[in-house]
Structure formats: structure tokens, C-alpha cells
């Protein structure tokens, strides 16, 4: 089955079954993912008596923004986004601190073993996380760092590491190297090719590596529910495991209020950012 479909001016594209499918499979895939989000947004609007006079995919009566104001102050929400943050962006800090210097290094200096170290950094991505969870804990346990945010710091900034570094790689290998050894040949030293030659040019990359990371760390819930017991220390993820116990089984409503709030970073960065992180994970996939 084909037919014939206007595409641009003086332009008429073939309309294939395939072409056909792919869009229904994009459509259905938007459906997954939108309509969950809508019907969670709905429901932290409803009120406690619709919950359970009405089937629950019912449209709320009204704005019960009651629900709002339950999760943020009953729920703790405040603290447990700090917490978050405590723990987030630190570790986002030091891995691309670490990640520039180590793909600048392996990438962009020649020296015997680069190739090796680059495989044990890879290495690291083949480790499953469950693996570390019993050492990391007892370490924790006789530093005194359990319930602290510096445990969830050091935690994300070495899982992230390997990531960060097999990435940063990539992004220094797409550099134009001809610009590098111009600056080389007219005298500059290897910090100003690093701070002035290569860094104005990974900003892309950079903003792409801490979305990233940003999105894991910020909806952990291994790592924050083993390293955090005590409750005014938990992250957002695992903060959200007390609202059941909190609210009880009839008070869904401030549930799903704090569900939505906690969404709101993560959907906010993405969509200020997007074109930026895409842009830049079309940098990293392509040589220069």
C-alpha cells in the first residue's frame, strides 16, 4: 500500500505502511508516557471523598490545591528536596570536574597505558551497584557518615565517574584537532588548551553530562534508602516511601500532590534544556 503526500512545495513524499507504523508506535509511546503524567496531575487534585465515590479515572469536581499544602508541609517536602539538592549537585560538581581533566588526558595527551586506564574506567560500568551497597554501608558505619549528605555525595561522584569519563572521552574526540595543535605550535602551554581552547568548546558536552547525571542521582531510591535511615536525612525518592505510611490508605490526594511535586525539577530541567542536551549528544556521537 503506498500513496503520494505533499511534503514542502513541489515535493511529494511516499506514504509506506512502515512510515505508517512508526508513526502509530510514536504516538503510542507518547500515550505511555503523557498519559500517566496527566492522570497523576488530576488526581493530586481531587478531594479525599472523590477517592473513593468516584471510578479513578474520573475528572476532579474542583481544584482541591488542600492536597498541595498537606504534602509540602505534613509531608516534609521542603526538607527532603533540600536533601536532594545536598546530595545532587556536589556530586554533579565533582564528576565534571573529574570527567574534564581525565577525558582531556586520555583523549587529548598522548602517553603510554592511556588506552588501558580508559578500559578500567569502562571497567566500572560492568560492576552491578547492588555489589557495593554492603561494603559502602559498613564503611559508612565506622566513619560516622551514615544519614549525612557527604555519603550520598562520594556514593553518586563514583558510580558516576566511569559514565561521566566514557562520555567526556567521546567529546574530546570529536574535538577539531587541528585547532589543538595550532594552539600547541603557537606556544601554548597544555593549561591553556585546556581552559582556553577546549573548555569553550565542550560547553554543550557539559551541560549534557550534569542533565544526565542529574537525572540519576535525583531519582535515586538504592542508594538514598540504604545510606539515609533516618527520615529528616532522606532524599526526595525515598522520602516519598513515608507518604503512604503518613496519609494513611484513604488520603491519596496529598500522595500524588508530593508524587508531582517531586517531578517538577526533573521536567522543568528538561524542558529549558533540551535542544542543548541534544545538541550535545549529537557533538559526542560525531568525529570532528
Avoid at 73 to 100: C, D, E, H, K, Q
Avoid at 260 to 280: E, F
Wanted: glycine share 8%.
Amino acid at each position: 500500500m503506498t500513496a503520494l503526500t505533499a511534503a514542502g512545495p513541489g515535493v511529494r513524499r511516499p506514504v509506506t505502511v512502515g512510515r505508517v507504523l512508526g508513526v502509530i508506535g510514536i504516538v503510542l509511546l507518547i500515550l505511555i508516557e503523557v498519559v500517566p503524567l496527566i492522570w497523576l496531575f488530576l488526581s493530586s487534585l481531587k478531594a479525599p471523598v472523590e477517592f473513593s465515590s468516584k471510578p479513578m479515572w474520573a475528572l476532579p469536581d474542583g481544584l482541591f490545591l488542600q492536597n498541595y499544602v498537606e504534602a509540602w508541609t505534613r509531608g516534609n517536602m521542603a526538607r527532603y528536596i533540600l536533601n536532594s539538592a545536598l546530595a545532587t549537585f556536589p556530586a554533579i560538581v565533582i564528576l565534571i570536574v573529574t570527567g574534564l581533566a581525565a577525558g582531556f588526558a586520555l583523549e587529548v595527551l598522548k602517553w603510554r597505558g592511556r588506552g588501558g586506564v580508559l578500559l578500567l574506567f569502562l571497567a566500572g560500568l560492568m560492576v552491578p551497584l547492588q555489589m557495593i551497597l554492603l561494603p559502602l554501608f559498613a564503611i559508612y558505619v565506622k566513619v560516622g557518615l551514615l544519614n549525612s549528605p557527604l555519603a550520598l555525595v562520594l556514593t553518586y561522584a563514583a558510580t558516576g565517574l566511569p559514565l561521566t569519563v566514557f562520555m567526556m572521552a567521546g567529546y574530546y574526540r570529536s574535538l577539531p584537532r587541528e585547532i589543538i595543535e595550532s594552539a600547541i605550535i603557537d606556544g601554548a602551554s597544555i593549561y591553556r588548551v585546556f581552559f582556553s581552547i577546549s573548555l569553550p568548546m565542550l560547553r554543550n558536552a557539559i551541560l549534557t553530562i550534569a542533565v544526565v547525571q542529574f537525572f540519576f542521582f535525583w531519582n535515586d531510591l538504592l542508594f538514598a534508602l540504604t545510606f539515609t535511615t533516618d527520615n529528616d536525612s532522606r532524599t526526595i525518592q525515598a522520602g516519598l516511601l513515608n507518604f503512604v505510611g503518613t496519609f494513611g490508605q484513604t488520603e491519596w490526594g496529598p500522595t500524588f500532590a508530593s508524587i508531582c511535586i517531586s517531578i517538577v525539577p526533573t521536567l522543568a530541567i528538561y524542558l529549558l534544556l533540551n535542544q542543548r542536551v541534544m545538541s550535545g549528544l549529537a557533538d559526542g556521537a560525531v568525529k570532528g
